[in-house]
C-alpha cells in the first residue's frame, strides 16, 4: 500500500522535471531579415521536403570538408583597417561546394554595403563560411567566419545603413541585421521567386545582385532551416557546424575577379 500512495507524488516531480529541462535554454538574438513566415505558415517547410525524399537523401554523394579553423589572416582581427572605398562597380566569385557564384556589386545602390563587402572578400574573410541559414523561397545566409577569434573582432564592426534604392528581388544580396545600423558581415541572398520586397520598408539596402549561379544558390542544402545558431558558430566556428550539421554548403573561397 505505501507503493501505491507515493506514486501520485512520483509522477507529479518527474513531470516538473520534464517542464523545468524545456524552459533552461532562453533564445539568443541574431542577425537575420523576419520573413513573411512569421505570421504565415511556409507551404512546404524544409523538413517536409527532405521527409519526401529518402531515397535522394540516401544517393547523396558525401561532401568533402573544409577545414574547421583555417589559417587566419592578420588583417581580418583587425578590422578598422579594413576602410578601402570599393570601386564604383565590381564582380565577386564564390567557389562553392556546389559549384560557381558569380556577383556584380553596384555602389551606387548602397556605398557602405558595396565597400564592406568589398573588404570582406578582398581580405579572405568568407573563405570557408557556411550557409547556415537556408530557407527555400525565402533566402540564403552566411558570413559567420570559420575562426571564432575572426568573428569576435568584427562582431561590433558596425557600418550605419544606407537609403533603400533598390528592391529586394530575387538574386540581390543585402546584409543581415539586428536592428538599425548594425550591419557587419553577414548576408543574404533574396531566393523568393518575386522577391522580398517586404524587406525594403525595413531597411534590408541591396548592395549587388547574382548574375551567375542562381542555379547553384537555388541548390544549396536547406535541410536544416533555421536550427544553426549564431551564437554557437560565433563561439566555436565551423567546428560546431560540421559536428551538428555536416551537410551545410559552403564557400570554399571568395575573390575579386574584375573591378
Known amino acids: 500500500m505505501s507503493m501505491i500512495r507515493r506514486f501520485p507524488m512520483m509522477a ?35 523538413a517536409e521536403a527532405e521527409e519526401a525524399k529518402p531515397v535522394e537523401e540516401k544517393a547523396e554523394a ?22 578601402e572605398r570599393a570601386p564604383d562597380v565590381y564582380k565577386v566569385k564564390f567557389e562553392t561546394s556546389k559549384g560557381d557564384i558569380i556577383i556584380e ?5 548602397a556605398p557602405r554595403g558595396a565597400d564592406r563587402f568589398y573588404n570582406l ?15 527555400n523561397n525565402f533566402i540564403v545566409q552566411f558570413g559567420l567566419n570559420p575562426d571564432p577569434a575572426v568573428s569576435r573582432a568584427w562582431q561590433n564592426a558596425t ?11 530575387r538574386g540581390t544580396l543585402s546584409f543581415a541585421t539586428a536592428g538599425p545600423n548594425t550591419r557587419t558581415t553577414q548576408v ?4 523568393k521567386q518575386g522577391g522580398n520586397a517586404f524587406l525594403d520598408s525595413q531597411g534590408f539596402a541591396p548592395f549587388g545582385r547574382v548574375i551567375q549561379g ?14 544553426p545558431d549564431q551564437g ?28
Open 188 to 191: 543574404f541572398i533574396n531566393t
Open 121 to 135: 572578400v578582398k581580405n579572405g574573410f568568407y573563405d570557408g563560411c557556411k550557409f547556415f541559414r537556408v530557407i
Open 12 to 46: 507529479a516531480m518527474a513531470a516538473l522535471a520534464l517542464l523545468l529541462a524545456g524552459c533552461a535554454e532562453e533564445p539568443k538574438p541574431a542577425e537575420k531579415p523576419a520573413g513573411e513566415e512569421a505570421a504565415k505558415p511556409p507551404e512546404k517547410p524544409p
Open 232 to 259: 554557437m558558430i560565433r563561439t566555436k566556428g565551423n567546428a560546431y557546424l560540421e559536428e551538428r550539421f555536416p551537410k551545410l554548403d559552403y564557400i570554399r573561397k571568395a575573390t575579386i575577379i574584375e573591378e
Open 105 to 109: 556589386v553596384n555602389r551606387s545602390w
Open 159 to 169: 557600418i550605419r545603413d544606407d537609403p533603400v534604392t533598390k528592391t529586394n528581388r
Open 62 to 83: 558525401p561532401k568533402p570538408k573544409p577545414p574547421a579553423k583555417p589559417p587566419t589572416k592578420k588583417a581580418l582581427l583587425n578590422p578598422s583597417a579594413l576602410r
Open 214 to 227: 542562381m542555379d547553384v544558390v537555388d541548390s544549396l542544402y536547406a535541410g536544416y532551416g533555421e536550427a
